[in-house]
């Protein structure tokens, strides 16, 4: 059974930071994109970062670049969301999921993502 874990979500002030955590499990890590995704309060969920764990291959979108890092420690199978700088607008319930194989700019598109966690609360205050 695919589960993907979310942990790391909080409160935090303006400028802090904050790392998320994704835990997999019952599917080959090293085959999969890992990404990233956040829904706040009345707006559509929306892509953050994502990585193709065979060749680390990232995408940021353009509102965290230089504040967000994804990472993955394969022995684990775990990818991380460094959040640093954090802005009221970052706060949102932040997703990770899986897709088997996608790679290049596909790795943004949420329609191709197979698999999801829970999700946990990133609230930043100003």
């Known amino acids: 059974e695919v589960q993907l874990v979310e942990s790391g979500g909080g409160l935090v002030q303006h400028g802090g930071s904050l790392r998320l955590s994704c835990a997999t499990s019952?599917?080959?890590?090293?085959?999969?994109?890992i990404g990233w995704f956040r829904q706040a309060p009345g707006k559509e969920r929306e892509a953050v970062s994502c990585?193709?764990?065979?060749?680390?291959?990232?995408y940021y979108a353009d509102s965290v670049k230089g504040r967000f890092t994804i990472s993955s420690d394969n022995a684990k199978n775990t990818v991380y969301l460094t959040m640093n700088s954090l802005k009221p607008e970052d706060t949102a319930v932040y997703y990770c999921?899986?897709?088997?194989?996608?790679?290049?700019?596909?790795?943004?598109?949420?329609?191709?993502?197979?698999?999801w966690g829970q999700g946990t609360q990133v609230t930043v205050s100003s």
């Open positions: 999921s899986a897709a088997l194989g996608i790679a290049g700019p596909e790795i943004r598109r949420e329609e191709l993502y197979d698999h």
């Open positions: 019952g599917f080959t890590f090293d085959d999969y994109t």
């Open positions: 990585m193709s764990v065979w060749n680390n291959n990232a």
